[in-house]
């Protein structure tokens, strides 16, 4: 498999201090999930964040393929993300259009700014204020990649929007996953098509 390695070469000029460094006492319970479009599965091979000077580290996330939007969506697996990234690294294989993307996201201060803002959400026993403090990274087929802040699936708020990287790397690494995909999801593709922009 191929050898992800933008980030450990970023980690290395940061002068970063790898592993389990203490972290910021006051800093927010932020989160992350990563979503793709239905019908349009992903396997997220590598995922990493940094904090630049404190921490960088590897999260797992494999197989991706509900939601993007609606009443389901943008969501999917997920976990913590403490502290808050300054850079986010992450590759993945499509299974519509069999290639495989890459990109470095550069997270500005701004967007952590914008999550830290009260943002209303509806529970059972009523409406409440608390941040966005969720990141959903979403991957979509042609390698787009789209940002979204919330706290709850319906007051999503879209950060940005960008390409990933297309990078080499051989289809039937996935074959035996592909033939499953293509069993369940074959007669969409032949309706529907690989949209490869405006998601």
């Not at 991706?64 to 697996?77: A, H, L, R, T, Y």
């Not at 950060?159 to 996935?174: L, S």
């Amino acid at each position: 498999m191929k050898h992800f390695v933008f980030l450990a070469a970023l980690a290395a000029t940061t002068l970063s201090i790898q592993g389990c460094s203490s972290l910021e006492a006051n800093d927010k319970h932020w989160s992350y999930s990563v979503a793709a479009p239905e019908h349009y599965r992903v396997w997220v091979e590598h995922l990493e964040f940094e904090k630049s000077g404190e921490r960088h580290w590897r999260m797992p996330v494999g197989g991706v393929e509900c939601c993007w939007k609606g009443d389901n969506g943008p969501i999917g697996p997920g976990g913590s993300m403490r502290p808050f990234p300054n850079y986010i690294g992450i590759q993945w294989f499509s299974f519509a259009d069999q290639k495989y993307y890459q990109r470095l996201i550069s997270i500005p201060e701004k967007i952590k700014e914008k999550m830290s803002e009260p943002a209303e959400y509806t529970t059972s026993l009523g409406s409440f204020e608390g941040p966005r403090d969720m990141l959903v990274i979403g991957l979509a087929p042609g390698g787009e990649i789209v940002l979204w802040i919330m706290n709850q699936i319906g007051n999503e708020v879209e950060v940005a929007r960008m390409q990933a990287n297309e990078i080499g790397g051989d289809p039937n690494d996935y074959r035996a996953a592909t033939k499953r995909y293509l069993k369940e999801n074959g007669d969409y593709l032949k309706q529907h098509g690989v949209p490869t922009s405006g998601w």
